[in-house]
């Protein structure tokens, strides 16, 4: 179908309104999201590391053998080593009430499993699952039968912070559960309103069939090697954002942007770090007008490949947060995708449409290492061991 002046003139005029207020949300308010601590760093100085050099059309490769150390919270010390099975059922029929007791209840630093199992129901309430607690997996009842909700907000508890569930084990995995933050999806520029359901600082972690609901900052991807399949993740602005290094395969991206908003941030910072988001056979549909990524750190790294673009992308695609140099230290770009948001002539010059020799590194589980453990993540164990003192 063919466009009309007229409707053309509309559309630009629309594409014009866009990038007017995301300038303007910007520029009056650097602290909407520059100054989230990311670790030791505040956000704002990553910029300080980009770094001069010609914008060569050479793909960085990707390391398969990094070494992984965390950021956020310490790490583990003693160990046990058992296994459990603990459900969870907010009518009394299960070994807990809250998710939370369940979590407090599983061994330290065991290397073996623990399966959670979380009957349908709207569990509100905190969960943390500190870095001495690693293979946890949480088993729900489908992402939008057992869901985890909250209502806390940056302004009262910083982004990190604000998260209704916050994971920083390792080897962590998902299966059909919902993770979700109500706070009120805030007006463009305003202070405080981010609101993250689900922040995971856990290396090697993994999300099946699970669905993500907040606003702005729904998904803090914070560092570490991640892999969600069939997702559903949903949000405003900068809604899936962190240094993470994670793929992203088969999932639905959904946009409830008012006006304008963005769906990644992905914050890394030097040419040399690992993180950077891979979205692959993914769709991405909602309203609202949004870009595909904003150049959070000056390295920000994001590929989409083979994903259906609905007709809500700014066609531009790409912003750079107000700092031009990010258009050399940058890697955004995307391979065979389709849709009415899809087209990449338009997309800004210093964004890429990869070949089919530089997309191979992006296409499979060796961009998470995932050959390494994602098998783990999928495994039951046999004979768990009864929860003491109980029948
Ligand atoms: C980048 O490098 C070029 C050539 O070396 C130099 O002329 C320019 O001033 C540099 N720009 C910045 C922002 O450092
Ligand atoms: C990691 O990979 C790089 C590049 O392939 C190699 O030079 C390096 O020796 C490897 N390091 C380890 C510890 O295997
Ligand atoms: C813990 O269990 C795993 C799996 O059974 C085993 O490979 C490992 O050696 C055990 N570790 C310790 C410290 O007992
Ligand atoms: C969960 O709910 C959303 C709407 O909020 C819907 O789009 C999605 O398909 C649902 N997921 C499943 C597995 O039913
Ligand atoms: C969520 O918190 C806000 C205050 O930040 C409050 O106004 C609102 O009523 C809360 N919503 C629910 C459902 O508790
Ligand atoms: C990118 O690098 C080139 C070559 O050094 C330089 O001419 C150009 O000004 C740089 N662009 C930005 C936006 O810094």
Redesign the pocket.
Known sequence: MGMGPFRLTCVWIVVLLAAVTLIVSVSHGPAWILNVKLGSRVVNDLYEHSSNKTHVRDIPQVFSNETYSRPCQGSPTSSKNISYFFRVDQSGGGDFVTVQAAVDAVPENSEQRTIIQIRAGIYEEKVLIPSNKPHITMQGAGMNATIITG?D?AARSGTEGSATVAIYADHFTAVDMGFKN??PMPEPGELGKQAVALVICGDKAAFYDCGFYGAQDTLFDYAGRHYFKNCFIEGSIDFIFGDGRSLYEGCEIHVIAETTGSITAQARSRPEDHSGFVFMDCTIMGHGLVWLGRAWGSSSRVVFVRTFMDDIIIPAGWTDFGDSTVHNTSFYAQYKCSGPGAEAAVRVPWSYELNDDDVQQFLNMDFIDGGSWIHSTRRLIDKPEKIPGRA
Do not use: K, M
Request: zero cysteines; glycine letters at 0%.
């Open positions: 209502n907000t109500i706070a």
